[in-house]
C-alpha cells in the first residue's frame, strides 16, 4: 500500500542551528514527491517539489530536499532555521502526472530565540 | 493575483445542524480540491472536480456531504446533518490541470458541539 511517514511528530531548534525533517515513503514506483508548510490559521504553502533529475531540489525559504531512492527517502533541510520557519511541515507522494496526492501526518516545527 | 478563497473561516454549529462551505478558486484554474485535515493529519481528499463535474468523489461521504461547482469556478461542501467527528478543518485547493501544482486556501476550521 502506498503511504508516507513522518516519524518525526515534534521538532524543537534554536534559531539559527540546522534542520533536517525526514520523511519516507512506501511507493510501487518513482513517485512525485513533495513539501508543504502549513503555518496556523494558513492553507498549505508549496515548498519545493521531485519529479525526476537532479536528485537535491532547492525549494523556497532557503529549503532544500534530497530524494534518496534506495532509502524511499525525501528529507527536508535547512542550514540556519529563522523564527519565522515555526510551523507545520507535511511530505506528500504522488503518482507521476496526477492529483492523487498522499500526505504524511505531518512534523510540527518549533523555533527557540 | 488574488489565492484561494474560503469562507467562513471558522465555524461552530451544534451536532445535526447543517453547514456549509465556499471557495473561490484561483482564476482560470479548472480543477478544485476538497479535502479534509483531521486534527494532528495530514489532509485528505475528497472531492475533485474538473470544471463544473466531480471526476473524483469515491472519498466523500455521500451520505451526509455534497459539493457543487455550479459554472465550473466557485464550489459549496456541504454537510447536513452535521456530527461531532466532522469537527476539522476544510481546505479547498486548485490547480490549472490535475496533473499542475495544487494551491491551497487558508481552510474552514469547523467546531461541531
Known amino acids: 500500500a502506498q503511504s508516507v511517514t513522518q516519524p518525526d511528530i515534534h521538532i524543537t531548534v534554536s534559531e539559527g542551528a540546522s534542520l533536517e525533517l525526514r520523511c519516507n515513503y512506501s511507493y510501487g514506483a518513482t513517485p512525485y514527491l513533495f513539501w508543504y508548510v502549513q503555518s496556523p490559521g494558513q492553507g498549505l504553502q508549496l515548498l519545493l517539489k521531485y519529479f525526476s533529475g537532479d536528485t537535491l531540489v532547492q525549494g523556497i525559504k532557503g529549503f532544500e530536499a534530497e530524494f534518496k531512492r534506495s532509502q524511499s527517502s525525501f528529507n527536508l533541510r535547512k542550514p540556519s532555521v529563522h523564527w519565522s520557519d515555526a510551523a507545520e511541515y507535511f511530505c506528500?507522494?504522488?503518482?507521476?502526472?496526477?492529483?492523487?496526492?498522499?500526505f504524511g501526518t505531518g512534523t510540527r516545527l518549533k523555533v527557540l530565540a | 493575483e488574488a489565492g484561494v478563497v474560503q469562507s467562513p473561516r471558522y465555524k461552530i454549529i451544534e451536532k445535526k445542524q447543517p453547514v456549509a462551505f465556499w471557495c473561490n478558486p484561483i482564476s482560470g484554474h479548472n480543477t478544485l480540491y476538497w479535502y479534509l485535515q483531521n486534527l494532528g493529519q495530514g489532509p485528505e481528499l475528497l472531492i475533485r472536480?474538473?470544471?463544473?463535474?466531480?471526476?473524483?468523489d469515491s472519498q466523500l461521504p455521500k451520505d451526509r456531504f455534497s459539493a457543487e461547482r455550479l459554472k465550473g469556478v466557485d464550489s459549496t461542501l456541504k454537510i447536513q446533518p452535521a456530527e461531532l467527528g466532522d469537527s476539522a478543518v476544510y481546505l479547498c485547493?486548485?490547480?490549472?490541470?490535475?496533473?499542475?501544482?495544487?494551491?491551497f486556501g487558508p481552510g474552514t476550521r469547523l467546531t461541531v458541539l
Open positions: 485547493a486548485s490547480s490549472f490541470t490535475s496533473s499542475n501544482e495544487q494551491f
Open positions: 472536480y474538473e470544471n463544473e463535474e466531480a471526476v473524483d
Open positions: 506528500a507522494v504522488g503518482p507521476s502526472g496526477t492529483y492523487k496526492y498522499i
